[in-house]
């Protein structure tokens, strides 16, 4: 489903959000399929070639790092004798991605652990990356991108741009081991489960329609005396639906997925206003009404203003100057405006209305909290 964003003039952002006659969403956006997966992978390296901007004295584990490192090139040294700040200890994570195989290439990011300052120049010693099975899916190792640097002047003058203490290392990371994705093919006829990335049973329950209408043609009963055609779809919930593949597509499950993802799907969603009362935003959906419900706002301010005067004593007099502090205490309330919504309002309707009374946007917030309370608002109030 596509939305049109329509901006009210008010002091801050309020996006209204209108369905739009579409065909609908791809099942692609909508779900992904069990098992096919990224996997997350965690590392621990040294950058070397550092232009004095590494660890200092205080890091000690970027030290001994580096003791190690030499020990299996067989240069012995201990580590309380090393003192070089060229070297940084960081973190390197990384992505795999789902059916990866041995030979293929990811993108890594280091990020300093210790006191290192700068990570712009240096190169990312071999590294392995370990999976949440402790196995290694890849090693990384090359020259570290910053984006940023830091130039430093005299006088303890210094300038930062972006944020030089993580880098990123294109194509950095060489797969070993093939990534632990679920074979589509290892069990026919057990079913693909497509999952929800919103769980919604509307949803749930027009994805499953829409796949038995595209691989069940026609009726649903198969020829003359025999039994009804068993459904290729079925929603499990509100977030799973099981596809069992038809015969014709048995063993080209990936042909079969491709065809899953074109399919188009009418979503539903529930009826939502997400406000974020620190930035004065509010974001609602069109599908929410209000009760017939008759607001009354205004607004009491009370402001209190200290000046100090100075009183001057009359020439050759015995009088000292003196700093006298006037007090003034004004009162300013505004009469309360007046806004009455029939039944079946739509919020679009809430926000003309309070807008053509001159509403700001925190009144607007504080308003419809008032209606969530009253039982008017027929909608989810989400605040962030």
Known sequence: MRFLLRFVPLFAPVLLLSAASTPGTRLKELASIEGV???????????????GTGDRRQTVFSAQSLTNLLNQMGVTVPSTAIRVNNTAAVLVTATLPPYSRAGS???VTAAAI???????????????????????YAVAQG??????????????????????????????ALIERPAPTASLDATPGAGIRLQLAR????TAARIAESI???????????????????PVARAENSAAVLVTPPKAWQGRSAEFISELERLTVETDRVA?????????????GSEVRISPVAILHGNLT???????????????????????????????????????????????????????????????IAILQNLKSAGALEAELEVI
């Open 37 to 51: 997966r990224d996997n997350q992978l965690i590392g621990y390296g040294i950058v070397v070639g550092l232009n």
């Open 105 to 107: 290439r990811i993108d």
């Open 114 to 136: 210790g006191d290192a300052a700068n990570l712009q120049g240096g190169i990312l010693v071999l590294a392995s990356l370990r999976g949440v099975d402790g196995q290694i």
């Open 143 to 172: 020259p570290v991108v910053t984006g940023g640097f830091i130039a430093s002047g005299g006088s303890g003058n210094k300038s930062t741009v972006n944020h030089p203490t993580v880098g990123r290392i294109p194509n950095g």
């Open 199 to 202: 769980a919604d049973f509307t």
């Open 212 to 230: 038995n209408k595209r691989f069940r043609p026609g009726a649903a009963a198969g020829a003359e005396g025999e039994p009804p055609l068993p």
């Open 272 to 284: 939502r206003v997400v406000v974020n009362e620190r930035t004065g935003t509010i974001v609602m």
């Open 302 to 364: 009370i402001e209190v203003s200290t000046a100090f005067d100075v009183s001057q004593p009359k020439p050759f007099s015995q009088g000292t100057t003196e700093v006298v502090p006037r007090v003034d205490v004004g009162v300013k309330e505004e009469k309360a405006r007046n806004v009455v919504l029939t039944n079946g309002a739509s919020v679009e309707e809430l926000i003309r209305a309070l807008s053509a009374v001159g509403t700001t946007p925190r009144d607007i």
